[in-house]
């Protein structure tokens, strides 16, 4: 009853399970990584071009106002001219390595595209809107409405004007 037992093999049976499962489980979120990675990629690009779209045709707007009233020396017709210019920069594409546009710091140039757009507003003597908007937020009152209120409360003008009846109840 003499069996040869090896105890060197042993020695390394954690680290070979170890290993095991550490490659199974690289294996495994390497796949989920990519897939999540995809998705948010997609929702994150979507945003930000949302947000410049909403940028361009604001400029593009207040281009052919100032066009037709005839103030191209205007300083905001300036600020116009550089938003859409910073605009055009944006990379329509995802940069590969081996693209000359890999270099471009994307998220420079989007906080240069959003400080020319305050910018404008700011020489228009309009109020920046930096929200995007949704199916959920429109019921939803925003922050900046709520601080607008504290510090300036002004009572809402009603499109209809409500009588109240001599039975107290409303009429149109």
């Known amino acids: 009853m003499t069996e040869d037992f090896d ?3 042993l020695v390394n049976l954690e680290q070979s399970f170890y290993d095991s499962g550490y ?3 690289f ?4 796949i989920h990584g990519l897939i999540e990675g995809r998705a948010l990629g997609r929702e994150k690009g979507f945003e930000m071009w949302e947000e410049l779209g909403f940028y361009e045709g604001f400029a593009l707007m207040w281009q052919a106002v100032y066009v ?5 020396n205007d300083r905001a017709f300036n600020h116009i001219k550089h938003l859409l210019e910073l605009i ?3 990379p329509r594409v995802n940069p590969s390595s081996s693209d000359s546009s890999s270099n471009l ?11 020319r757009y305050k910018a404008l507003c700011s020489s228009l003597g309009v109020r ?3 929200r995007a908007y ?22 809402k003008n009603s499109v209809w004007n409500i009588d109240r009846g001599p039975s107290g109840g409303m009429s149109f």
Do not use: V
């Open 7 to 9: 105890l060197e093999s």
């Open 23 to 25: 490659s199974d489980g």
């Open 27 to 30: 294996a495994h979120g390497r």
């Open 68 to 72: 037709d009233q005839g103030k191209e």
């Open 88 to 90: 055009s920069q944006f």
């Open 105 to 115: 710091d994307i998220p420079k140039l989007f906080r240069q595209i959003r400080s």
């Open 128 to 130: 920046p809107s930096l």
């Open 134 to 155: 949704s199916d959920t937020q429109t019921n939803e009152q925003s922050l900046e409405d709520e601080l607008d209120e504290t510090i300036d409360p002004k009572p």
